[in-house]
């Protein structure tokens, strides 16, 4: 059954022709704290709560994962095949909400720094059946995917449907084309004013890229200001407007009534100075921007926030505002980070179960950052 989303109240075609299942839980909350504006200096500062988009293993990719989890069934797929950093919340998210649709999926893991999160997620990604595969690089993985494409195609009869790194196909993006859409509707509902700024972590670009679009197409001046946490050659401004402009594409030939947008994304900031030097380094700078933050949200703080994506999204939001940038601003933080508990059944396989190249993230000492 199709979802009833803002997208497709506005533009009925889209939500005829593009594949979705509701697999996420929207609109999202939008939440205000009011303490925390006056403390760092913004006018009124609220927080999109993407970490509730489902009500088992939320964060943002649950909104792309509606549209690519459907185009998979449609396209008679058994299996997923995607990919990730060892601890991705991405390749998680794929993992079980995979399975609720009958899906099974395969991640292909490449190596990161420890967190507590990573454990986490591997333990969680395996309980839901996920075939966990570790390789040395990027490029081994690129090697051994046809290898590995070609095997379960042989077993299971059907070829597994690829999901990029992150969601972020063009129509993955189309999810937070989506979103902007909703924030549209919770802003006329009177929910939150037009923010000036939404602060958001910038990885595989799509929920980035797709908020571009989607706020430029539903007339809202609100800017975005991404903060990198990945290495440069892997994620940029050119590289985000070459995706924003693939998911407006899809969208415009579907239908035409899509307003044209400026592709080049007048609308969007890239920051690199929040990154820390290496992907999942958490920084002293995070650490007491999330510290803030974890106070003034009421979520179980064993769960809140992360200190390589979320916590560098925010160590940009309090720089900006504790240097006076965002005094009588608007600001929304858009948290991105899963905060839903785990189940119990999720953590229960010991780490051993797992396939050995994992064993050294629970072996290995983790980085001195609390619990981030
Ligand atoms: C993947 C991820 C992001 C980045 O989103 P992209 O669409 O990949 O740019 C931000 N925060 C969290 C917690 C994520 O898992």
């Known amino acids: 059954m199709q979802a009833s989303r803002a997208l497709f109240a506005a533009f009925p075609r889209l939500g005829e022709s593009l594949p979705n299942i509701a697999v996420a839980a929207l609109p999202t909350p939008v939440e205000e704290l009011p303490s925390l504006a006056s403390e760092i200096g913004v006018g009124r500062l609220f927080v999109k709560r993407d970490d509730l988009t489902a009500s088992e293993y939320g964060g943002n990719k649950v909104r792309k994962l509606e549209f690519l989890l459907q185009a998979a069934r449609e396209r008679g797929a058994k299996e997923i095949m995607t990919f990730g950093y060892a601890g991705s919340n991405h390749c998680t998210a794929t993992a079980i909400h995979a399975r609720s649709a009958g899906l099974r999926s395969i991640s292909m893991l490449t190596p990161q720094l420890a967190t507590v999160y990573l454990r986490r997620n591997l333990l969680a990604s395996f309980a839901a059946g996920a075939e966990l595969n570790h390789y040395a690089s990027a490029r081994a993985v690129k090697i051994f995917a046809p290898f590995k494409l070609y095997q379960h195609r042989r077993r299971t009869g059907a070829r597994p449907y690829i999901i990029p790194p992150g969601g972020s196909s063009a129509l993955g993006t189309v999810g937070f084309v989506n979103a902007a859409f909703e924030l549209k509707q919770q802003i006329d509902a009177g929910v939150l004013p037009e923010p000036d700024f939404i602060y958001v972590a910038f990885s595989s670009m799509g929920t980035t890229a797709g908020l571009a679009v989607g706020l430029q197409a539903a007339g809202l001046r609100t800017r975005v200001v991404a903060i990198q946490v990945v290495a440069e050659n892997a994620a940029s401004k050119e590289a985000a407007a070459a995706l924003a402009r693939k998911t407006w594409d899809l969208l415009r030939a579907i239908d035409p009534e899509f307003p044209v947008i400026d592709d080049r994304l007048p609308n969007l900031s890239i920051r690199n100075e929040f990154f820390g030097g290496e992907y999942a380094r958490v920084t002293e700078y995070s650490i007491s921007a999330l510290r803030s933050f974890r106070n003034a949200l009421k979520i179980d703080p064993e769960l809140a926030l992360d200190g390589t994506y979320s916590g560098k999204a925010l160590a940009g939001l309090v720089s900006d505002a504790t240097a006076g940038k965002l005094e009588g601003n608007t600001i929304l ?36 950052a609390e619990n981030f």
């Open 333 to 368: 933080f858009w948290n991105t980070f899963n905060s839903r508990p785990f189940w119990k059944e999720m953590l229960l396989p010991h780490y051993r179960e797992l396939p050995k190249k994992f064993w050294r993230y629970f072996e290995s000492e983790l980085q001195k």
